[in-house]
């Protein structure tokens, strides 16, 4: 996976990372990818560039088998607008790592928006970054991210919930959601249903 999105052509680029880890979920991933590379590349009214970003640079493998590149170091990355924090099996881990949960934390004192996808809440939640906030996760471990911080207000059945600094989604499918939100809010609804027209993310029957 490359860089996406339109070469910044000056300072007024907004830099949007997509987090990349050891057994992350693919579509936790791709999802929010393909959302906000779309937008950038073709819709956005500014100059966009969506890159990834990872503990080490190179290839990463990802839940089920598939291999993604992370394009960039935590520590080198460029300052980030905007970071997607994917779940999966490999949070397990970082909820645990210390110097993962406390980059995180400084990206936040940053204003670096953070946007979780499935059990990448649990992370932000480890980190001590929900505490009193409304979250959600996937809906198979709503209890967990309860019980990892109890003052979070846990809102299950909604596929996001933004808390301005800090959206969270729920599980898997719901991160591509919750990115047509975030274009909304970075560039207007017709900018959000334009990306969902173009990559034909439709809510129909089976029929």
């Known amino acids: 996976m490359s860089e996406s999105g339109r070469a910044p052509a000056n300072d007024d680029a907004l830099t949007l990372g997509v987090l990349v880890f050891e057994d992350a979920e693919e579509l936790d991933v791709v ?22 970003v990872g503990q080490g640079a190179g290839v990463v ?5 598939l291999g993604l590149v992370a394009g960039h170091e935590l520590a080198t990355a460029p300052p980030l607008d905007l970071l997607v924090h994917p779940g999966g099996d490999g949070t397990r881990a970082l909820a645990k790592d210390g110097p993962h949960l406390a980059w995180l934390r400084e990206l936040h004192q940053q204003g670096t928006v953070l946007a979780s ?3 990448g809440s649990l992370v932000l939640a480890a980190a001590g970054l929900l505490t009193g ?7 198979g471990y709503l209890d967990k991210l ?23 989604s729920a599980g898997v499918s719901a991160g591509i959601d919750m990115a047509l939100h975030l274009v909304h809010r970075l560039d207007g609804a017709e900018a959000s249903e334009q990306t969902r027209d173009g990559i034909q993310y439709e809510v129909r029957g089976t029929g």
Do not use: M, N
């Open 61 to 65: 493998r990802c839940a089920k088998g």
């Open 146 to 168: 309860a019980k990892i911080d109890p003052t979070i207000d846990v809102h299950a059945g909604q596929r996001y919930v933004d808390d301005g600094d800090i959206i969270t």
């Open 117 to 119: 996808v499935c059990t």
């Open 133 to 139: 906030r409304p979250a959600t996760t996937h809906r």
């Open 31 to 52: 999802g929010p990818w393909e959302v906000l590379g779309f937008w950038a590349a073709h819709i956005a009214s500014r100059p966009v560039r969506v890159l990834t």
